[in-house]
């Protein structure tokens, strides 16, 4: 199974694994998946972070790209065709940009978001599946 990391899911498997679901976990760790990370999620944890909004002990933003490398995650960034077609993500009542960025990767690279987030799955009409 190919999977992205919701930002929250990334944060708690560094910090705090126990806090992910069973079947999260599970995935996470399972060897024949790919767990990707993408460079939303570090950009929100940096802007979060720059405002205060984010406490991180005892390291930075950069730091968690080395530890998302240690993890084994693949890192990946949103590509021309994904930034250009985000406008054709339904608007439904979630509003958060990184999340809404995160289901529209998602979607168009068929990958599984783990997410702890009730809101995402009202995007599964429109393709996304979800793990929790």
Not at 15 to 23: A, D, I, Q, T
Not at 45 to 60: D, H, V
Not at 86 to 101: G, I, K, T
């Amino acid at each position: 199974m190919n999977c992205l990391l919701d930002t929250h899911a990334f944060l708690w498997a560094v910090f705090g694994p126990e806090k992910l679901s069973r079947k999260a976990r599970a995935a996470i760790v399972e060897p024949t998946n790919e767990i990707c990370l993408s460079s939303i999620s570090l950009s929100e944890i940096s802007l979060k972070y720059a405002l205060g909004k984010l406490k991180l002990e005892n390291c930075t933003p950069e730091s968690l790209v080395t530890a998302a490398r240690e993890m084994g995650l693949t890192l990946i960034t949103a590509n021309a065709d994904e930034s250009a077609s985000f406008h054709r993500l339904p608007s439904v009542a979630h509003r958060d940009p990184f999340d809404r960025m995160l289901v529209w990767q998602a979607i168009q690279r068929q990958l599984v978001l783990i997410t702890k987030d009730s809101a995402l799955p009202t995007y599964q009409a429109a393709g996304l599946k979800v793990l929790w």
